[in-house]
């Protein structure tokens, strides 16, 4: 089983960006981005084929987010502009083997990370 860093969280006030930065140790068809904040349940945000590069979004997040991909490095990101408080949370990144399409299940996801915290004050 592959290991998953994600690095790039902070404290940021409304209005700002930051980028979420996940490298692996192997490949696998689809990453996604993921989210806890306290008290909920975690949510999916963004998703990614890498083969085919064909993305998802939350539409909570749809438009304000971006995810993407370095193949070369074995790294994906996720650029998140106009964050609101809402955004709060814990950011996890999540590796899907071998999926066909992208998905913001995450039962479908095998390899987790150990998550960075994304804090956005009003």
């Known amino acids: 089983q592959g290991r998953l860093v994600e690095s790039g969280g902070g404290s940021v006030q409304a209005g700002g960006t930051l980028r979420l930065s996940c490298v692996a140790s192997?490949?696998?068809?689809?990453m996604g981005w993921f989210r806890q904040a306290p008290g909920k349940e975690r949510e999916g945000v963004a998703a990614?084929?890498?083969?085919?590069?064909?993305?998802v979004y939350a539409d909570s997040v749809k438009g304000r987010f971006t995810i993407s991909q370095d193949n070369g490095l074995n790294t994906v990101y996720l650029r998140m502009d106009s964050l609101k408080p809402e955004d709060t949370g814990m950011y996890y990144c999540a590796a899907d083997l071998g999926c066909s399409a992208p998905t913001l299940t995450a039962g479908w996801y095998n390899t987790w990370g150990q998550g960075t915290q994304v804090t956005v004050s009003s």
């Open positions: 192997q490949y696998s068809n689809c």
């Open positions: 990614i084929h890498r083969g085919d590069g064909n993305t």
